[in-house]
């Protein structure tokens, strides 16, 4: 079973997501808006995919339970199977698994109390 296939995306905290999204805009030229950025390029096989950059505002409760000022984006295959897996191996998953019209969300934490958010695009 394959378990990660790539980065989804970075997110982090900042006192200020507006003025984060205008910096890297204006100097390093992502194409940042309300969200972030996200960057477009295809896998090996060709298929189109997207990684996304999202700076949060500093009292965001996303990424609680985590004490963390981030936390990374994993894309995955099948995350209802890997789900179940990683709760076999004792891996603590947070939360229910969530579907939208562009992908599965589960999220899990490291042992540092790191918490992952693992994505599925659709």
């Not at 969530?98 to 540092?112: A, H, N, R, V």
Request: aromatic share 14%; charged share 25%; hydrophobic share 35%.
């Amino acid at each position: 079973m394959k378990r990660v296939t790539g980065i989804g995306g970075l997110f982090f905290k900042t006192k200020n997501p507006s003025i984060i999204n205008e910096w890297y805009g204006k100097h390093l030229g992502l194409p940042a808006n309300d969200y972030g950025a996200s960057f477009e390029w295809k896998d090996k096989n060709g298929n189109d995919c997207s990684t996304q950059w999202s700076p949060f505002k500093e009292d965001s409760d996303y990424f609680a339970p985590s004490e963390k000022p981030f936390m990374v984006n994993f894309r995955v295959e099948n995350l209802e199977e890997l789900l179940k897996v990683l709760a076999e191996e004792g891996v603590t998953i947070v939360g229910e698994m969530q579907t939208y019209e562009y992908g599965k969300f589960g999220w899990i934490l490291d042992p540092d109390g790191n918490k992952i958010e693992l994505w599925e695009p659709m």
